[in-house]
């Protein structure tokens, strides 16, 4: 009954899409081909002039004065101007015109697909959402069919008792209405109550600020903690964008540690306290220390040993310790383990009092990889009262986050559990996505050590992995001519060839004279020989061609 009317339904979603106007792709080339940077433009979504004209073109205007312009680069914030994010930058850009015009113009390109490999967006390239989840969220935003009789047909009877637990802690089970800033209580109650399942330490539900994924709360963060370019954040090199470009937008100096590659992209003591000492001297304040674990973009999961001597130094010298934690769940070797720096923290006998630990959590990663969906949260400790209602007053500002997302990151913190009518076939899914992970990272790992010119450390976790490519002397000087990163060069060819979209190391930032590209592991298993092929015959020819 249950497959029978899911099949029902998938026909009448078929038979309306058929039904809806088409796009005007020509329409939206056009457009596209207005924003294409040129050549000397930056690598990275940074300041591309979408919405400059001469001032002949605007109606009424005095073809003589720009005056009549209210908005203008020179006008506009420059902290807008100094901001980058390189994932979404020039080269994804090129990518999505390619893809309109292969609708088209098939027979023009030497592949019939782009696969964007640039992003951590897992469904956009197969990955099934998880059963569980997507049930307790469909039963509590249609919350009628809870009346229905053939619901019990239809879904788990977990899924059904979860949605009216949920429902329950809503005032008027509207899920459409703003929550309470923070968050709807009863769900930060069953995040509290996962946090302490994980670590083994408590959580206080009055300490987690949910979300839009955990981009809101980094940002919040630097709000909280930057007041100008004298203020700096620790942050890893490489480092995800979200870090660089936040830093820019409040103002503030990104004062740069760099993990060591020879190591396994390795964090040193010695190395942050050389930064540390650098930016002192340079009259900056530094605020915070950001670790990424598992790294992004380079894969690495820190051991326990590392954390504590983290946690140490962070408490040492006063520093707020920002745990980028959203991969928690994506650990793929057997002699790493995610421990959280709460959970480290706290077994070294700190407490509130000893170190101010703000830890970030989303639903866009892990097995469930439900970017579009927003959700996430942070947990605040070791703040005062005074600036936690700072905090408070920040996240009052936005309202609320979104009651799916909110709905979804408890899901996540509260999976079903043994007895479950849902646990079997959600153990399944979970471990079934976490597997494949595993053989796309190692596939993918090997294939790259095979390129002439290519190293790559293993992907311990993440989604990603962030190889070096030992460019011919000749490829740098064609990219120096075309006014671009050699790694950008390099990625902008890759696409052209293979229809592959990467991001080139550059947009992460690296060690001065090093190059590399970040390729996530999340096309389905069985695109990956493909993409293996693309990449292997394209880089013979590239190097081929550009040898010295």
């Known amino acids: 009954m249950r497959r029978f009317v899911i099949g029902q339904a998938k026909n009448l979603i078929d038979q309306t899409r058929r039904r809806r106007p088409q796009p005007h792709h020509h329409n939206n080339l056009r457009l596209l ?38 908005v203008t680069l020179d006008s506009i914030n420059p902290k807008v101007l100094k901001c980058e ?101 009863g769900l930060r109650d069953a995040i509290a109550a996962g946090i302490e399942a994980r670590d083994g330490f408590p959580a206080d539900p009055n300490d987690i600020f949910m979300t839009d994924g955990a981009s809101p709360g980094v940002h919040m963060m630097m709000q909280l903690l930057i007041s100008s370019e004298k203020d700096g954040i620790l942050c890893p090199i490489p ?8 830093i820019a937008l409040h103002g503030g100096s990104l004062v740069p540690y760099y993990l060591d590659e020879a190591s396994g992209w390795g964090l040193e003591i010695s190395e942050l306290k050389k930064q540390l000492e650098d930016a002192k001297s340079k009259g900056i304040t530094v605020r915070a220390l950001a670790v990424i674990n598992p790294g992004n973009p380079t894969g690495q999961v820190l051991s326990e040993e590392n954390q504590r001597d983290i946690v140490d130094f962070c408490k040492k010298e006063g520093l707020v310790l920002l745990a980028d934690e959203v991969y928690q769940e994506n650990v793929y070797v057997p002699d790493k383990k995610f421990h959280s720096f709460k959970k480290v923290a706290r077994s070294m006998g700190y407490g509130e009092k000893d170190i101010s630990l703000v830890s970030f959590q989303s639903i866009s990663k892990g097995y469930y990889g439900e970017c579009g969906k927003r959700g996430g949260y942070m947990e605040v400790t070791g703040f005062t009262s005074d600036v936690r209602e700072q905090i408070y007053k920040v996240a009052s500002v936005n309202l609320c986050s979104n009651i799916s997302g909110q709905i979804l990151a408890s899901l996540v913190m509260s999976p079903p559990k043994p007895g479950d009518d849902s646990y079997d076939s959600y153990i399944a899914e979970k471990e079934g996505i976490l597997s494949s992970l595993a053989t796309r990272a190692k596939t993918l790992e090997e ?9 790559c450390n293993r992907a311990e976790g993440a989604m990603y992995l962030f190889p070096c490519i030992n460019l011919p002397q000749k490829a740098i000087a064609a990219a120096e001519a075309a006014k671009t990163a050699p790694d950008a060069f390099y990625c902008k060819r890759l696409l052209n060839a293979t229809g592959i979209v990467v991001v080139p190391g550059s947009g992460f930032r690296q060690v001065p004279g090093t190059w590399h590209f970040r390729c996530t592991i999340l096309p389905q298993e069985d695109k990956i020989p493909a993409i293996v092929n693309r990449l292997t015959e394209f880089h013979k020819s590239f190097m081929d061609e550009f040898r010295d």
């Open 447 to 455: 294939a790259l050590n095979k390129l002439d010119g290519v190293t």
């Open 33 to 70: 081909s207005l924003l294409r940077p040129s050549a000397s433009d930056s690598t990275t979504v940074s300041s591309p002039r979408l919405f400059s004209s001469s001032s002949s073109d605007m109606p009424g205007s005095d073809s003589s004065s720009s005056s009549s312009i209210p």
């Open 239 to 246: 480092q995800y964008p979200l870090y660089s470009a936040s």
């Open 85 to 185: 994010y390189a994932v979404r930058g020039e080269i994804v850009s090129i990518a999505q015109r390619l893809q309109d015009d292969l609708k088209t113009n098939k027979d023009a390109y030497p592949f019939d697909e782009i696969i964007y490999c640039n992003i951590g967006n897992p469904q956009s390239l197969g990955q099934q959402p998880i059963t569980f989840f997507r049930e307790v969220l469909a039963l509590c935003s249609h919350t009628a069919l809870l009346d229905e009789s053939a619901t019990h047909g239809l879904f788990s009877s977990d899924s059904i008792d979860r949605a009216w637990k949920i429902l329950d802690q809503i005032p008027g089970k509207a899920t459409g209405a703003y929550s309470h800033s923070q968050g709807i209580k």
